[in-house]
């Protein structure tokens, strides 16, 4: 027997439609490349992300072409978000950190109709346009003031013309809650990116789970600024999050340099906010710098790499923000664990209450994780042993788009490539990922671990650990690290350090300093390039 309620897609254009009929005057702040401060209401939006989906259809857009964007995070591109998807057609945000060679190569993937890109990206259009098989419109995201004189882009056309010209009296249509809505490509560390096809049905049930309380805890009452980027799987779906539940939306635009993160964070009281570590590192050493607090944040989301237990504790004990460690990855939406406390913790001594926030957490509902051994068999939770992480979920991908590496299911659960534990309440702790993992004599090293150790570290800016070659061990940890400006410190002081803090034989066997860590197009430490780099290096004595 069927239950008998209304059979209601889920759709992403209701989101918008709820925060239109009930979060109407509700503001969305955007700092825009043009260099101002533009301000508008969710009712604003709505209307407008109804006229831009008159102008893709009257661009000759149909139901599940992809329309590609090169954007920051902003109101025109929230706008996309809406109106791409809502009008049943496919969002494919591109990575402008990317290399023009796989730009092009991500949008013939996608076989993309139409490039919406901000200003800033005009160069690596240029780079591009003359290249791509399949984009039949370029569209610059501003005014007919801004457009540029000579853009060099054949029939270029103005965003705000094409919004102006159309009526804001459009119905969004009604489909299946499984068609596509948006597709983003993984960062293709090994290989070609290969593209994650997102539905409208795992869009929304992603929503309602990060809004909850123990994930993303997002209230109508928050101000919310997404640091990670519309282009880093859907800002961690904030977005969309911020129409389901009214809170205000701020976004930072191309300006995600400490000062005018925190000048944002200050004039728009932002409660919420999330980001990569790196980020964070930087908007950190601002406030610091400045002796400045901050007025309104409470907590931020950081995940994408481990958050480095320092960083949690400077916010929690210099600016009273607490962290909700977080992880995922793009195959999962991405959310799979939030680090929030259960109430056995909350009564812990305030080092022990660290160490959970450390964890990257429990699994929010929607998503199951399990730990293997290398034959695939379950390993206990709470044991010292770590496996291979697999997931599965209604928001977890089930093959990537066009069928691209086979079927990439291991007995229905997606394997992250990520190495866990799982303690006996449920929470995760990633000590690798599998390419990453140190091998020494037989058994693992977690470069996490050594990693997160040294940036504890007063005079350490960031720090890498790589498997490097060994005739006895096979491999053995070594520390890549970049000192803080102006700081001084030594290999033997770093490496005494460690006396304690860890198992003796995990320590480091040798640190190298280094200008820059080379970072990936979502901020991340690219390990294959810093083991590239140091292809040549011998340990001392090896
Ligand atoms: P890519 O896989 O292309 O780098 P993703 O953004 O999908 O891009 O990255 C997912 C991966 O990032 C995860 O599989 C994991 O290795 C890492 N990651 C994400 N969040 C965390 C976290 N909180 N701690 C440690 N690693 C994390």
């Known amino acids: 027997m069927n239950g008998l309620m209304m059979q209601q897609p889920l759709l992403i254009s209701s989101l918008l439609v709820h925060a239109e009929r009930h979060h109407g005057d509700r503001e969305v702040v955007s700092r825009r490349v043009e260099g101002d401060i533009h301000r508008y209401t969710y009712r604003e939006m709505a209307a407008r992300a109804r006229r831009l989906a008159n102008a893709l259809a009257a661009l000759g857009v149909k139901p599940s072409e992809r329309v590609g964007t090169l954007a920051w995070n902003g109101y025109r591109h929230m ?26 190569y991500i949008a013939d993937h996608a076989e993309d109709q139409v490039l919406c890109f901000d200003l800033s990206f005009l160069p ?21 003031a801004h457009m540029p004189a000579d853009p060099k882009i054949p029939n270029l056309l103005c965003y705000e013309d094409l919004v102006a010209a159309e009526s804001d009296q459009y119905e969004w249509p009604e489909f299946d809650e499984n068609t596509a809505s948006s597709l983003c490509y993984t960062s ?23 809004a909850l309380p123990d994930a993303l805890n997002c209230s109508a009452n928050d101000s919310i600024l997404p640091v990670v980027p519309m282009f880093h799987v ?20 191309p300006g995600l340099d400490g000062k005018s993160l925190y000048e944002l964070f200050e004039a728009e009281q932002v409660t919420v906010s999330a980001g ?15 002796k400045l607090k901050f007025s309104s944040m409470r907590r931020t989301v950081v995940g994408g790499s481990a958050c480095p237990p320092a960083m949690l504790r400077k916010f929690a004990e210099d600016y009273d923000v607490h962290v909700l460690h977080a992880w995922g990855m793009t195959e999962m939406s991405p959310v799979g664990t939030v680090a929030a406390f259960k109430p056995q913790h ?17 699994a929010v509902y929607g998503v ?13 939770w709470g044991g010292p042993v770590s496996g291979d992480l697999l997931v599965r979920g209604p928001w977890v991908l089930s093959r990537y788009f066009k069928g691209d590496g086979g079927n990439p299911l291991r007995g229905g659960w997606f394997p992250t490539g990520d190495v866990a534990r799982i303690d006996a309440e449920g929470y995760m702790l990633i000590t690798d990922r599998s390419k990453d993992v140190i091998k020494s004599g037989g058994e693992w090293i977690g470069s996490i671990d050594l990693e997160n150790i040294a ?24 520390l890549v690290v970049v000192r803080r400006p102006g700081a001084e410190l030594t290999r033997e002081e770093l490496l005494a350090f460690y006396e304690g803090k860890i198992a003796k034989w995990w320590t480091p066997d040798d640190v190298v300093f280094v200008d820059a860590i080379p970072l990936g197009a979502t901020g991340k430490m690219q390990k294959n390039k810093l083991r590239e780099m140091l292809k040549d290096y011998r340990l001392p004595g090896a």
Request: hydrophobic share 45%.
């Open 276 to 290: 990569v570590p790196t980020v964070w590192q930087a908007l950190l050493a601002y406030v610091d710098a400045n």
């Open 188 to 210: 293709g560390t090994t290989g070609n990116p290969k593209g994650v096809l997102y539905s409208h049905r795992s869009t929304v049930l992603h929503t309602f789970a990060i």
């Open 368 to 380: 199951d994780m399990k730990i293997v051994d290398p034959a695939g068999r379950e390993l206990p």
């Open 455 to 478: 940036m504890a570290h007063p005079a350490v800016a960031i720090a890498a650990c790589i498997a490097v070659p060994h005739p006895k061990w096979d491999e053995r940890p070594l």
């Open 79 to 104: 706008e996309l978000y809406y109106a791409v998807s809502g009008a049943g057609s496919v969002l494919h945000t591109i990575n402008p950190r990317l290399h023009p060679d796989q730009v092009v």
């Open 124 to 144: 690596l259009v240029q780079a591009v346009a003359g290249r791509t098989k399949t984009i039949r419109h370029f569209v610059a995201m501003t005014d007919r």
């Open 346 to 362: 909350l009564a812990l001594p305030v080092e022990q209450r660290y160490a959970v926030m450390a964890k990257q957490g429990r």
């Open 234 to 253: 859907n800002a961690w779906g904030l977005p969309y999050a911020a129409c389901m539940t009214g809170a205000k939306l701020v976004f930072p635009g």
